[in-house]
């Protein structure tokens, strides 16, 4: 119960590091239940936590070919495995998108699952024919910074399959 920014600069520990933990929002439920779950981690130049999104050189999620090759997350939670399937990664602005976008709001849902599947960033990389229906899709987002204080990297998944697992 902690502020959203705290992961920043803790671990999972609650010790102060200065590399931060990877976290979703407190607005998000923690069974990715919702229409869209932010997911924030540092762009470590290592390729440690989101170090593997972004370079600004064209060598990952921004680079075609990588991102025709990486295209599935799989996420644990207490009893299943979400496998998601990447359709977008963009530049976008740094506004926050949880205060940004009311996901309850139908309009302002579309809104947002439409600039994922057409961003009008000129640097992204998107699935062709990548649709989103707003009325039932979920994805997540994960979101690292870009080195430029005014945007984020995204990175956007489509839930397609949910796996039940013995806790």
């Known amino acids: ?16 590091d200065r590399y931060g933990e990877i976290y979703i929002q407190k607005l998000n439920y923690k069974n990715f239940s919702d229409p869209n779950t932010l997911i924030y981690g540092h762009n470590m130049s290592n390729g440690d936590m989101f170090g593997k999104l972004y370079d600004g050189n064209g060598k990952q999620f921004d680079n075609k070919e990588f991102f025709d090759a990486h295209r599935k997350i799989n996420i644990y939670i207490p009893g299943h495995i979400l496998e998601y399937e990447i359709i977008s990664a963009f530049v976008y602005d740094n506004r926050h998108i949880l205060n940004s976008f009311n996901f309850d709001v139908e309009q302002e849902r579309e809104a947002f699952f439409n600039e994922c599947t057409n961003p009008s960033s000129l640097t992204k990389q998107v699935v062709e024919d990548a649709e989103l229906n707003y009325m039932d899709d979920k994805i997540i987002t994960l979101s690292t910074c870009t080195g430029n204080d005014a945007t984020r990297y995204l990175v956007v998944g489509k839930l397609i399959s949910i796996t039940e697992t013995a806790q």
Not at 1 to 16: A, Q
């Open 1 to 16: 119960d902690v502020d959203d920014n705290y992961y920043l600069d803790h671990n999972r520990n609650g010790e102060e």
